[in-house]
């Protein structure tokens, strides 16, 4: 199955412009699904699809691709979008395996 | 409103058995395929199984394959997870989540996870 990797940790000044990247060899493929999970909190979908947001997501929020590296922008960060995040794909080997990146903490200082 | 809420988990010894549940409600569950992701503690999410709407497809990770059985009951509005021959490394909160009908990846709404721990 293929592997999709993710920085560990990433911080940004409070209204500043953050990237969150996601490589792998599926995403020459498939677009990444995006997701916020806070501590103790269910994961929640925030980008979908070529930059997609679903409802009650802030368009702050937004999503790129181009090659094997998936992005996660966040365009004027706030305090509650301190969180870790997840991209994931589907698997490129053709099994219908869904895959997930090792996740990253973002910091808003 | 979608809700997705799953029951089942504890403690279990290793080599036990354990069936997860997750109840849907909000939207018609046997139009939709269903998975189980999975968390272990301090960890990252790791997508476990999953099954189409009329059960037809099933997959699981190969972590997984051969103990766990995922199933679902359309009549119930329910989703399971069948876990055996439990290992510690199985210890995760385990989510329920539904796929949203565009991609195989795209879970857009998630339970609130139920905890299984595999402990002696």
């Known amino acids: 199955s293929s592997e999709l990797t993710q920085d560990p940790a990433v911080s940004v000044a409070l209204g500043q412009t953050v990237r969150i990247t996601c490589q792998g060899d599926?995403?020459?493929?498939?677009?990444a699904s995006w997701y916020q999970q806070k501590p103790g909190q269910a994961p929640v979908l925030v980008i979908y699809?070529?930059?997609n947001r679903p409802s009650g997501i802030p368009d702050r929020f937004s999503g790129s691709s181009s090659g094997n590296t998936a992005s996660l922008t966040i365009t004027g960060a706030q305090a509650e979008d301190e969180a870790d995040y997840y991209c994931n794909s589907r698997d490129s080997s053709g099994n219908h395996f869904v895959v997930f990146g090792g996740g990253t903490k973002l910091t808003v200082l | 409103e979608v809700q997705l809420v799953e029951s089942g988990g504890g403690l279990v010894k290793p080599g036990g058995s354990l069936r997860l549940s997750c109840a849907a409600s909000g939207f018609t569950f046997s139009s939709y395929s269903m998975n189980w992701v999975r968390q272990a503690p301090g960890k990252g999410l790791e997508w476990v199984s999953s099954i189409s709407s009329s059960s037809s497809y099933i997959y699981y990770a190969d972590s997984v394959k051969g103990r766990f059985t995922i199933s679902r009951d359309n009549a119930k509005n329910s989703l399971y997870l069948q876990m055996n021959s439990l290992r510690a490394e199985d210890t995760a909160v385990y989510y329920c989540?539904?796929?949203?009908?565009?991609?195989?990846?795209?879970?857009?709404?998630w339970g609130q996870g139920t905890l299984v721990t595999v402990s002696s």
């Open positions: 599926s995403l020459r493929s498939y677009y």
């Open positions: 989540a539904r796929r949203s009908g565009r991609e195989l990846h795209e879970f857009d709404y």
């Open positions: 699809g070529k930059n």
